[in-house]
């Protein structure tokens, strides 16, 4: 594997020492470990302790960006779907998800019994499972009812995510077949992303958003520096989720994803300014993520060099899939089914054409084939997590209505839904306006007058 | 008698109101409002989709004074609000038939 020198392994394990050192314990003894690397077991539960608590730092960020990037009217409402998604994920993860993902067997996790070593892959995989289970929100956001939401959950909880990771982690039958996602690229944001997808086409867009001219609409977002904020709480939960998978090259998978981060923000931001003259800051924060969904599937096994590249790509796919999503009229609000579904796709393909390690080759590097097994997983994820969910979809929106009454929807979703406005003392739809902005301005489409 | 009450780019109240508190003026009302003037707002691009702002954020200040003062707090607050520019603002008089000062009941000139 590329850059694992002994001076950044020796980092990571002293990184690992000052973290014992607040432990209870005796902490000399975290020092002779840091001592002499060679001959140090990893201490497994710390790490996965460590970088799962870190990637829970991904839910708050994605409700932050979620909410800051849609109107006021209906913060509260999309702030408390993120949090509370992740509480109803969980619980639906102990009593059955995370058997399903074993394979059947560890209903409430009773196989685990008393023994604190074997809980790790629970606390992570349910980490993981947040922060899928918070990725359509953004897309479903400002017309999502909480009753359809609190249902979705518990399919991606209990179904849909446990049995994709099964299949391509583990040894499930596409990880046998060479199939590799190494943090997640597919198996967390290509599922929430695909599943944003379906939702975004059974749910339809928001009121206003298209207008029967073939106009595309601008829905402005309410509170940027709050989407920034969130965005910068993604990026460093996902030092813990990429880094989670390999603690002994912990310091140079880092080093890629703040490459990748910071590769796909510029090339998005290059791309609209040159195209709009101005980086629009919510297209930007889209590049970047965009770009740490793409490293996600290949942080192991790729040069910085590649890691910029492939973010790059990312940072750009994303400017154009957020205008071709538009054109086919399904409304993404903030944006997350081109940062996760298309993004995650582009992850899981550049690892069949990038990756350069001892175990996984790409293309570039002459192995054709692992490009055409990423290439299987990609339509594997879009049956599953698009074609599955959307059928789903339809179905259990008979049941309970996805998606909540048109006068709710101009009201904003905030008291009908949780009872709570996000910002009581501030007026939030003005009586300038005719109902559906939410703010003081009036939307012309592109290629229409003004009159 | 008078009213004037002058709609100015936000960022100019300041000096409008340094002008105006020099020339002697002791009290006045400011508010956030929005609106637009020939200046018809302005075009912005979000998410790559154009959008337009019509409603542009400006300050409307207002001050009653006796009407022998009102041609010299006009060029005051011309000359502290001007930029030149569109989107400058304007400025109204209007007659006041009465004022009255709620804490002494004076009325008239003494009580603005």
């Known amino acids: ?451 | 008698m008078k009213k004037i009450e002058a709609v100015i780019k936000p960022f100019k109240l300041e000096e409008v109101k340094e002008a105006l508190s020099d020339f002697g003026i002791v009290g006045m009302t400011v508010t956030e409002v929005k609106g637009f003037g020939r200046q018809k707002g302005q075009t912005e691009i979000y998410r790559s989709n154009e959008y337009s702002v019509d409603f542009l954020p400006k300050i409307k200040i207002e001050v009653v004074l006796s009407e022998d003062k009102v041609e010299d707090a006009l060029d005051a607050i011309l000359k502290a609000a001007r930029t030149g520019k569109i989107g400058d603002g304007k400025i109204f008089v209007l007659p006041v038939e009465e004022a009255v000062r709620i804490r002494t009941g004076e009325t008239a000139d003494a009580a603005v």
């Open chain 1, 1 to 451: 594997m590329w850059l694992k020198s002994h001076a950044s392994k020796k980092f990571g394990i002293l990184a690992l020492a000052v973290t014992l050192g607040v432990l209870p314990g005796p902490t000399a003894h975290a020092v002779e470990i840091a001592i002499e690397p060679p001959t140090v077991e990893y201490p497994v539960m710390l790490w996965q302790f460590l970088t799962g608590s870190l990637v829970f730092l991904m839910p708050p960020g994605l409700a932050m960006l979620a909410t800051g990037l849609t109107r006021a009217k209906n913060a509260s409402h999309t702030a408390f779907m993120t949090f509370f998604g992740c509480a109803i994920a969980i619980i639906g993860f102990w009593i059955a998800g995370f058997a399903v993902m074993r394979g059947g067997s560890g209903f409430f996790l009773r196989h685990l019994g008393n023994d604190p070593d074997k809980y790790g892959p629970f606390f992570w995989m349910a980490a993981l499972l947040c922060v899928a289970a918070s990725i359509p929100v953004g897309a479903l956001a400002e017309r999502w009812s909480l009753k359809g939401f609190y249902l979705c959950t518990l399919f991606v909880s209990l179904l849909l995510f446990p049995l994709f990771a099964l299949w391509a982690w583990r040894g499930g039958w596409l990880a046998r077949l060479g199939y590799v996602d190494f943090a997640g690229s597919g198996v967390v944001h290509g599922v929430g992303g695909l599943f944003a997808l379906a939702g975004a086409t059974v749910l339809g867009p928001r009121i206003g958003r298209y207008n029967k001219g073939g106009g595309v609409v601008p829905i402005t977002a309410h509170n940027i520096p709050l989407a920034l904020l969130g965005c910068f709480l993604l990026a460093v939960g996902w030092l813990g989720f990429n880094a989670g998978h390999g603690p002994e090259s912990a310091t140079s998978i880092a080093t890629v994803t703040i490459l990748a981060g910071a590769g796909g923000a510029v090339a998005a931001a290059t791309y609209m300014i040159m195209t709009t003259r101005k980086p629009d800051p919510t297209i930007t924060l889209n590049g970047m993520l965009a770009g740490l969904v793409a490293s996600s599937a290949s942080a192991a096994y790729i040069s910085p060099s590649a890691a910029v590249i492939t973010s790059a790509i990312a940072g750009l796919l994303v400017c154009v899939s957020v205008q071709f999503f538009d054109h086919w009229r399904i409304d993404d609000p903030v944006g997350a089914i081109s940062v996760h579904g298309v993004g995650g796709i582009w992850g899981v393909l550049a690892v069949g054409i990038f990756a350069n390690s001892d175990s996984v080759k790409g293309c570039l590097h002459g192995n054709w084939g692992q490009l055409g097994v990423q290439a299987l997983g990609c339509a594997v994820l879009l049956l599953w997590a698009g074609g599955f969910s959307w059928i789903f979809l339809k179905i259990a929106d008979r049941f309970i209505p996805m998606r909540v009454a048109p006068e709710i929807e101009l009201e904003g979703l905030d008291i009908p839904e949780t009872g709570l406005v996000g910002y009581p003392d501030f007026q939030l739809v003005s009586p300038h306006t005719s109902g559906f902005s939410g703010g003081l301005t009036r939307r012309t489409p592109r290629g229409e007058n003004r009159t």
